[in-house]
């Protein structure tokens, strides 16, 4: 949480300025209440006064009194501005696919009233009020998962979003999808009719690609303090050493990433009674997947770091088309819609994330082969009687394979559209949706890899370190140990649920100085 955007009472205040990715994910999954303070309302309004003062003089402004696209040379009269608008929407309105999730939804809806509070956009405070109304009031516009191409902003899914507020389209709310207008009737809301700009407002900017990019990044930054604990825990059961850890080997290739997972490798394996057992053992160094900790999650962190940089930018960012520069009195076209920024940060997170898994996948290889780990063949003591943790490694390795798939950047692609005058186009939703894809599919490995690897401590004589001890206590409370083969599916999604609630890295906080991402 950054500045003033999260009052104490939970309430965030939308300026423009100061949303922090914090203040999205509370309003997105927590519920809490979103504000327009007055200073942002009284800028906002008198942006809006000049606008008008400005096209009362016939000035000709895109998207206000023209066509859109390719129809830029295309003048509307000034009796049907109005119209011009509900067609806007309408017409930009032709998403497919599954509706997007509540979480992004909402955080699509805050988003694009806080690049409204800017007051570059020149639209009344009454479209960003309406906005904060039906977000506080749980009325989500129903919008599909495809349709956008990343330029000229996710036209079509905004398009969705702002159907409703004019009592089209369709909403979830408490009594399930409606109508947009019985869903704003309900919560006793009437619907806007829009002025000149702020059609064009509503659905040119960035702010679906943004949404799932704030979502996937804040759950891949979870991941990976789960990643550190899951490897941790199976570097005590293959019976490994924490000296490739050492703060000297950090501070002679100083990147910050490295340097702080080997923090937290070491906190989370000091007093170790395993690694105590075996210090003086024969062995000189470990496999990569264990003694490459530091160098290869860290880099994951340091991607984690971009995206969070890239995304703190863009959510306080005006990003549609025209920009009204009131003090100037100047409209201006350009392109701070486009999603370049986004869509390259989100491939490189989607890639980066996909590392954790590859390299879970590979210790939970290393725990299954008896000739690796030193424990029974596939972590079960009935060995050909029962398969044990074998299929488990399979699933590891499907996922895996299918995230290297989803790693082929959607940046590298462009479609050029509206009869090639918008003749680059980023493909950021895309970029986005993957990653968020593969952070979901690579807590499913690391799920797998923490089950793995306790049961492959249940085979040490020797405890663990005291935080691994309480995390494997936690997990076993959920998940017995494995004593005859049974189905692990539902093993799985209940770790992979503790993971994304944080259960584990909570003991680590509380128990040692591991520190989140």
């Not at 390259?344 to 590979?362: K, P, T, W």
Request: aromatic share 4%; hydrophobic share 40%; with cysteine.
């Amino acid at each position: 949480m950054t500045d003033s955007e999260t009052t104490p009472s939970g309430r965030v205040q939308l300026d423009g300025t100061t949303l922090s990715l914090d203040g999205v994910v509370k309003v997105a999954r927590s519920g809490a209440i979103a504000e327009l303070p007055g200073d942002s309302r009284a800028r906002v309004s008198q942006a809006r006064a000049s606008l008008e003062k400005l096209i009362s003089e016939g000035s000709t402004v895109y998207a206000v009194n023209t066509g859109v696209g390719d129809l830029v040379d295309v003048r509307i009269p000034d009796s049907d501005l109005r119209r011009l608008q509900v067609n806007l929407l309408r017409s930009h309105a032709c998403g497919v696919g599954d509706p997007l999730p509540t979480d992004v939804v909402r955080a699509m809806m805050l988003l694009r009233a806080n690049a409204l509070a800017k007051g570059y956009s020149a639209v009344r405070p009454e479209v960003i009020e309406m906005l904060v109304s039906m977000l506080n009031s749980r009325i989500h516009p129903v919008v599909p998962r495809q349709g956008s191409v990343g330029a000229s902003g996710d036209l079509a899914l905004l398009a969705h979003l702002a159907l409703v507020m004019i009592g089209e389209g369709h909403a979830e709310g408490d009594a399930g999808v409606l109508p947009g207008v019985e869903a704003l009737e309900r919560a006793q809301l009437k619907p806007l009719t829009l002025e000149p700009k702020e059609a064009i407002s509503l659905v040119n900017g960035t702010q679906a690609m943004t949404a799932v990019g704030c979502l996937a990044t804040e759950d891949a930054a979870r991941l990976l303090d789960n990643a550190q604990i899951a490897a941790a825990m199976s570097l005590e059961a293959l019976r490994g050493t924490s000296s490739a850890f050492d703060e000297a080997i950090s501070k002679v290739r100083p990147h910050r990433g490295h340097a702080a997972i080997a923090k937290n490798m070491v906190s989370l394996l000091e007093d170790s009674p395993i690694m105590e057992s075996h210090k003086h053992c024969t062995k000189v160094q470990d496999a990569y997947t264990l003694r490459c900790i530091p160098q290869v999650m860290g880099a994951t962190l340091e991607a984690i770091w971009h995206a969070m940089a890239i995304l703190n930018v863009e959510i306080n960012s005006a990003t549609d088309n025209p920009l009204y520069f009131p003090d100037e009195g100047r409209v201006l076209s350009g392109g701070n819609f486009h999603g370049q920024p986004i869509a390259l940060s989100m491939d490189y997170l989607g890639l980066a994330v996909h590392e954790l898994g590859s390299y879970s996948e590979r210790r939970i290889n290393r725990l299954v082969d008896h000739k690796l780990s030193g424990l029974p063949p596939f972590l079960t003591r009935h060995s050909g009687l029962g398969s044990g943790f074998m299929v488990s490694q399979y699933v590891a390795a499907s996922i895996a394979s299918e995230n290297k798939a989803l790693t082929h950047p959607a940046s590298a692609d462009s479609i050029p559209t509206s009869a090639g005058q918008e003749d680059h186009n980023s493909m950021g939703m895309t970029a986005a949706w993957k990653a968020r894809t593969i952070v979901e599919n690579v807590s499913k490995i690391i799920s797998i890899e923490m089950i793995a690897a306790a049961q492959g401590l249940d085979f040490i004589s020797h405890h663990s370190s005291p935080p691994i001890v309480e995390v494997k206590g936690s997990l076993r409370e959920a998940v017995p140990r494995m004593e005859e083969d049974r189905p692990l599916t539902g093993d799985i999604e209940c770790v992979a649920d503790m993971i994304s609630k944080g259960t584990f890295v909570e003991i680590a906080e509380r128990t040692c100085g591991f520190r989140r991402t």
